[in-house]
């Protein structure tokens, strides 16, 4: 069975291999669009090399993790590469609307409402970058710790006990893979508009990608892992004195690689289809690159790109977190600004523009004065509690009105004249507010009491006011 399966195993890989050169070998001969092209080349190559990896761990199994540690690093780039080949198909409408705030809300897979002020704005693209990015960065450095792990004889490889740095790592790798899941999805979701009207194919691509780890993780890590710990699947002793002893572990990783062979195999055909050339760029005649020239800047000059894209994303990121502070702050000083105004530095709004309740109730005439008066007169009167009162203009402002409409001036010991018996303030017309009408005199046979109004007609016999006359 182990033979069978090393054969089986390795006819795949060539089966993939095969697939995988022919579509690579199109691109390269028709280079027309190298900032799509390079990503779609680099995610191409990622079956069959995955493939192989796979291989050569069911030809030495004792070297299993260090060579996975090549595979998980080809998974990782194929993410970000993809993630990349998808930003560079919405470069041009991001430049078409730039400075724009387009709101967007969508239902991603039918199940969460995820609304947005700025689709093409800097916030989103750099909270995506992160969450897209982290998981290469991770599954790289859960290699390394696996590598680590294993030399040190503390990994325990498909046995869940906290002893192992096994369960931690798959734990681990279960939050990251569900990080850039939701990430993804919400990202094609967003721009879901974007890939019908420029007839991009991104959900094919996205599953071309995705599809292959959600299934060699679940499926091969997990599930296999699950059937090793119940004993499902268990040692196989040797039939005759001459044969070999297979512990459960090399079983459990030969069905590991046929599954990643077989999975391979259907991704590569798959990537036919959606990574293969566009209409575009059959029709150009003459590319913009040769072979070597497309080779070197498909597969040669990813290191370097990759590291740039790493720093500028950290970049962008300092970038967004300085703007956020500056918002924030400015937005802050002018809170503090408004509440330092006093109500006569705000220009009052016309009652037109205001609500039908408000407007009412500017309407009315308020005195601005409280109606009682005080023994004690050398106190100034109270100001009024009503907050629609209208304020009073000093009597220096109406020159205009006829000497015989103004009060008689008061003596320096008489009570405040109420705010009622003044004329209507003219100055504010604009208010329209009717004035009220002075209250009628006192009859003279009856004894003035406290609260009785102070006039000139109430007045003009009483013993204890007199008034200047005019010749004064």
Same mark, same amino acid.
Request: with cysteine.
């Given at each position: 069975?182990?033979?069978?399966?090393?054969?089986?195993?390795?006819?795949?890989?060539?089966?993939?291999?095969?697939?995988?050169?022919?579509?690579?070998?199109?691109?390269?001969?028709?280079?027309?669009?190298?900032?799509?092209?390079?990503?779609?080349?680099?995610?191409?190559?990622?079956?069959?090399?995955?493939?192989?990896?796979?291989?050569?761990?069911?030809?030495?199994?004792?070297?299993?993790?260090?060579?996975?540690?090549?595979?998980?690093?080809?998974?990782?780039?194929?993410?970000?590469?993809?993630?990349?080949?998808?930003?560079?198909?919405?470069?041009?409408?991001?430049?078409?609307?730039?400075?724009?705030?387009?709101?967007?809300?969508?239902?991603?897979?039918?199940?969460?409402?995820?609304?947005?002020?700025?689709?093409?704005?800097?916030?989103?693209?750099?909270?995506?970058?992160?969450?897209?990015?982290?998981?290469?960065?991770?599954?790289?450095?859960?290699?390394?710790?696996?590598?680590?792990?294993?030399?040190?004889?503390?990994?325990?490889?498909?046995?869940?006990?906290?002893?192992?740095?096994?369960?931690?790592?798959?734990?681990?790798?279960?939050?990251?893979?569900?990080?850039?899941?939701?990430?993804?999805?919400?990202?094609?979701?967003?721009?879901?508009?974007?890939?019908?009207?420029?007839?991009?194919?991104?959900?094919?691509?996205?599953?071309?990608?995705?599809?292959?780890?959600?299934?060699?993780?679940?499926?091969?890590?997990?599930?296999?892992?699950?059937?090793?710990?119940?004993?499902?699947?268990?040692?196989?002793?040797?039939?005759?004195?001459?044969?070999?002893?297979?512990?459960?572990?090399?079983?459990?990783?030969?069905?590991?690689?046929?599954?990643?062979?077989?999975?391979?195999?259907?991704?590569?055909?798959?990537?036919?289809?959606?990574?293969?050339?566009?209409?575009?760029?059959?029709?150009?005649?003459?590319?913009?690159?040769?072979?070597?020239?497309?080779?070197?800047?498909?597969?040669?000059?990813?290191?370097?790109?990759?590291?740039?894209?790493?720093?500028?994303?950290?970049?962008?990121?300092?970038?967004?977190?300085?703007?956020?502070?500056?918002?924030?702050?400015?937005?802050?000083?002018?809170?503090?600004?408004?509440?330092?105004?006093?109500?006569?530095?705000?220009?009052?709004?016309?009652?037109?523009?205001?609500?039908?309740?408000?407007?009412?109730?500017?309407?009315?005439?308020?005195?601005?004065?409280?109606?009682?008066?005080?023994?004690?007169?050398?106190?100034?009167?109270?100001?009024?509690?009503?907050?629609? $009162?209208?304020? *009073?203009? #000093?009597?220096? &402002?109406?020159? =205009? %009105?006829?000497?015989?409409? +103004? /009060?008689? !001036?008061?003596? @320096?010991?008489?009570?405040?004249?109420? $705010?009622?018996? *003044?004329? #209507?303030?003219? &100055?504010?017309? =604009? %208010?329209?507010?009717?004035? +009220? /009408?002075? !209250?009628?005199? @006192?009859?003279?046979?009856?004894?003035?009491?406290?609260?009785?109004?102070?006039?000139?007609?109430?007045? =003009?016999?009483?013993?204890?006011?007199? /008034?200047?006359?005019?010749?004064?």
């Amino acid at each position: 069975m182990h033979v069978w399966g090393w054969l089986s195993s390795g006819f795949l890989v060539l089966v993939t291999i095969t697939l995988a050169a022919h579509t690579i070998s199109e691109h390269l001969h028709h280079y027309c669009h190298s900032d799509i092209q390079r990503h779609k080349v680099r995610v191409l190559a990622y079956p069959p090399v995955y493939a192989i990896m796979a291989w050569l761990s069911y030809l030495r199994y004792d070297y299993e993790t260090v060579i996975m540690f090549f595979a998980s690093l080809f998974e990782s780039f194929a993410v970000y590469n993809l993630y990349v080949c998808l930003q560079a198909y919405l470069q041009s409408y991001r430049d078409k609307y730039q400075g724009q705030k387009i709101p967007v809300s969508t239902k991603v897979f039918g199940i969460y409402r995820f609304k947005l002020k700025s689709k093409f704005g800097l916030h989103f693209r750099v909270i995506t970058d992160i969450l897209v990015v982290q998981f290469p960065i991770w599954n790289i450095l859960s290699a390394i710790i696996s590598i680590a792990a294993q030399i040190n004889g503390i990994y325990c490889d498909g046995q869940f006990t906290f002893k192992g740095a096994y369960l931690y790592l798959a734990a681990l790798d279960f939050i990251s893979l569900s990080i850039i899941l939701m990430a993804l999805f919400t990202y094609l979701s967003v721009f879901d508009d974007e890939w019908k009207d420029g007839r991009i194919r991104a959900h094919g691509m996205f599953w071309c990608v995705k599809g292959p780890i959600m299934v060699i993780f679940y499926f091969g890590d997990v599930l296999l892992s699950v059937l090793s710990y119940f004993d499902v699947i268990q040692d196989k002793l040797p039939s005759h004195g001459g044969g070999t002893y297979w512990p459960a572990a090399a079983i459990k990783n030969g069905y590991y690689v046929l599954m990643i062979c077989a999975t391979m195999v259907i991704v590569a055909i798959l990537m036919q289809r959606y990574f293969g050339l566009d209409d575009s760029d059959i029709l150009v005649e003459k590319p913009t690159h040769s072979y070597m020239a497309a080779f070197v800047d498909g597969y040669l000059a990813f290191i370097p790109q990759f590291l740039l894209s790493v720093f500028v994303c950290g970049g962008d990121t300092v970038v967004l977190a300085k703007k956020r502070m500056r918002l924030r702050k400015q937005r802050r000083l002018s809170e503090d600004e408004h509440k330092l105004l006093t109500p006569e530095d705000v220009d009052p709004e016309p009652i037109s523009d205001m609500p039908e309740n408000y407007a009412k109730i500017l309407s009315r005439s308020e005195p601005a004065y409280s109606n009682k008066l005080y023994a004690d007169y050398d106190e100034p009167p109270i100001r009024s509690r009503h907050f629609n $009162a209208l304020p *009073l203009e #000093p009597l220096g &402002s109406l020159p =205009s %009105l006829p000497s015989e409409n +103004l /009060p008689a !001036p008061l003596s @320096p010991k008489s009570p405040p004249v109420r $705010a009622s018996s *003044l004329p #209507p303030d003219t &100055s504010n017309a =604009s %208010l329209s507010i009717p004035a +009220l /009408p002075p !209250p009628p005199a @006192p009859m003279q046979s009856r004894t003035l009491s406290h609260n009785d109004d102070f006039t000139a007609a109430a007045t =003009s016999h009483s013993t204890h006011f007199n /008034p200047h006359t005019s010749n004064h």
